[in-house]
């Protein structure tokens, strides 16, 4: 519990004194945000805003992980470290991504076929280091098997194991970067999410099967408390950024941060072993992201749009709502997500009849 306490308090700390000295940095250099032609016209006036943000949280992240395991002197694991490095990895394809925006001075930055090529470089990477990397117990970080609570099913091999884990990163990545179109809509889930995982790896390391191997829901989970290190390292630095990107947003995170959040989500999940729960938690993410592929299916098929803007926040900007009111009120739903997967996370354990 000290390093979980100690690697999000450090992150909070160095993130709420940091980006401050970002926006500063990316005001004198002029690298502000790029709007749309095509979006609401209530977006015009962020134009300019300090881009990039996600850099701070991504550092403060790593900055409070490490400053957890050297104040307790304990030694990083791996489970933690390729979560970390998927965070990094894909949070670099989104700093190139910004980069050339605000450089160039347009909305659009790498090409989307660019992107993916660094999407999945980072991802195969991350993928095949975590079948690898046996403990004492013979635990490697991730088992070539689908899970909910755990893992469930036979497995599926290695090769169509990472091609699973390359679509949950994909999806998960570009469905936080969708999210993120409001000020603070998508930190602030994202944050709801990771202190769940929170809760997850303390659970998962109090029913360990290395510790209670005749338990019968013990979860065969390599590096639990690290996992929640990671967590909390990220809940902090996010929470730090929050204080910043809330509406009014005083910079915004961009692909450097969106494709980052993504990333450490789909790696928790997938080193917990809750992969399909992941979808619950991030109940949010996952219908807005819906409402994307609605919005082009639909108009494609009927030549008739189903909402107003897609992706779905931006429907509820041109209904006539307040830009605060949809941020409050899909906190609200994400909450709601949330608790519903924590819930049934903790199903299993309660007492039968």
Not at 53 to 80: D, K, M, Q
Not at 172 to 179: I, R
Not at 292 to 319: N, Y
Request: aromatic share 10%.
């Amino acid at each position: 519990m000290t390093n979980i306490i100690i690697a999000a308090g450090v992150a909070l700390i160095f993130v709420m004194v940091g980006t401050p000295v970002w926006i500063r940095i990316m005001n004198r250099l002029g690298y502000g945000q790029m709007i749309r032609d095509d979006g609401p016209e209530a977006h015009a006036s962020k134009r300019g805003t300090p881009q990039m943000g996600g850099t701070v949280f991504i550092v403060g992240s790593l900055v409070g992980y490490a400053a957890a395991h050297l104040v307790t002197r304990t030694e990083p694991t791996i489970s933690g470290i390729l979560v970390l490095f998927l965070m990094a990895g894909l949070g670099a394809v989104g700093f190139v991504d910004d980069y050339i925006k605000v450089f160039k001075q347009r909305s659009l930055g790498l090409r989307s076929g660019a992107k993916m090529i660094g999407i999945v470089l980072v991802g195969v990477v991350f993928a095949v280091a975590s079948l690898n990397f046996p403990n004492g117990y013979d635990i490697t970080p991730a088992a070539p098997q689908l899970s909910f609570l755990r893992d469930f099913g036979p497995s599926i091999g290695p090769y169509l194991f990472v091609v699973w884990a390359l679509l949950l990163i994909a999806a998960m990545s570009n469905g936080v970067n969708l999210t993120d179109g409001l000020d603070g809509l998508a930190a602030g889930p994202a944050g709801m999410v990771l202190a769940a995982y929170v809760i997850i790896g303390n659970w998962q390391l109090r029913n360990s099967c290395t510790d209670f191997a005749l338990a019968p829901n013990c979860y065969s989970v390599r590096d639990p408390l690290d996992l929640a290190v990671v967590a909390a390292a990220v809940l902090g630095g996010v929470f730090g950024f929050l204080w910043w990107n809330a509406p009014p947003a005083k910079i915004f995170m961009g692909d450097t941060g969106s494709l980052a959040l993504g990333g450490v989500l789909v790696g928790l999940a997938i080193l917990t072993r809750t992969q399909f729960l992941l979808a619950i938690l991030c109940g949010l993410i996952v219908m807005i992201t819906l409402s994307v592929i609605i919005q082009v299916g639909g108009f494609k098929m009927t030549k008739k749009r189903v909402f107003k803007m897609a992706p779905l926040q931006h429907h509820f900007e041109l209904s006539g709502w307040a830009e605060t009111t949809i941020v409050v009120r899909f906190w609200l739903m994400s909450a709601l997500f949330v608790a519903i997967g924590i819930g049934l996370f903790y199903l299993e354990w309660m007492p039968k009849e």
